[in-house]
């Protein structure tokens, strides 16, 4: 059993599949994003929207189409072009997100993204750490000595 399943991942290497990568024959779109997480840091919980923007590039050789984007929270908000992204063109995918939707805490949200693309689904994740009240600065005081 153990030799089946290694010979199977080896041979999901070697074609890219498990990789991420566009398919062997270079065909297909493929969604490449210039960064897959965002961290918010402190924020305060009744201070705002925050937003944030996940650019991407088509690095395939077809139109890329985004069919949806799912956030896991009701406290997110995505929203992207539906128009489709031509080889070599690039788009933006903008999540916003409503800290007072949320209870006070550390937060780690996760967004889906389905597409064309020869990977089929991306993930992005946004986080940070929502507080009451004014976010803490941070003291740089040196004691005289």
Same mark, same amino acid.
């Given at each position: 059993?153990?030799?089946?399943?290694?010979?199977?991942? #080896? #041979?999901?290497?070697?074609?890219?599949?498990?990789?991420?990568?566009?398919?062997?024959?270079?065909? =297909?779109?493929?969604?490449?994003?210039?960064?897959?997480?965002?961290?918010? #840091?402190?924020v305060?919980?009744?201070? =705002?929207?925050?937003?944030?923007?996940f650019?991407?590039?088509?690095?395939g050789?077809t139109?890329?189409?985004?069919?949806?984007?799912?956030?896991?929270?009701?406290?997110?908000?995505?929203?992207?072009?539906?128009?489709?992204?031509?080889?070599?063109?690039?788009g933006?995918?903008?999540?916003?997100?409503?800290?007072?939707?949320?209870?006070? =805490?550390?937060f780690?949200?996760?967004?889906?993204?389905?597409?064309?693309?020869v990977?089929?689904?991306?993930?992005?994740?946004?986080? #940070?750490?929502?507080?009451?009240?004014?976010?803490?600065?941070?003291?740089?005081?040196?004691?005289?000595?």
């Amino acid at each position: 059993m153990k030799k089946l399943l290694s010979t199977l991942l #080896g #041979g999901l290497l070697l074609t890219g599949a498990y990789a991420g990568k566009p398919t062997p024959e270079g065909k =297909g779109a493929h969604l490449r994003l210039e960064g897959s997480s965002w961290n918010f #840091g402190d924020v305060p919980r009744r201070g =705002g929207d925050l937003v944030h923007e996940f650019r991407f590039v088509n690095d395939g050789t077809t139109p890329l189409v985004i069919l949806r984007v799912v956030t896991s929270c009701s406290c997110l908000k995505a929203s992207f072009s539906k128009r489709p992204v031509a080889p070599a063109d690039s788009g933006v995918i903008r999540i916003v997100y409503e800290p007072h939707k949320s209870e006070p =805490g550390t937060f780690n949200k996760v967004i889906q993204i389905y597409s064309n693309s020869v990977d089929g689904r991306d993930i992005l994740t946004v986080q #940070g750490n929502s507080i009451d009240g004014e976010p803490r600065k941070v003291r740089n005081d040196r004691m005289k000595q």
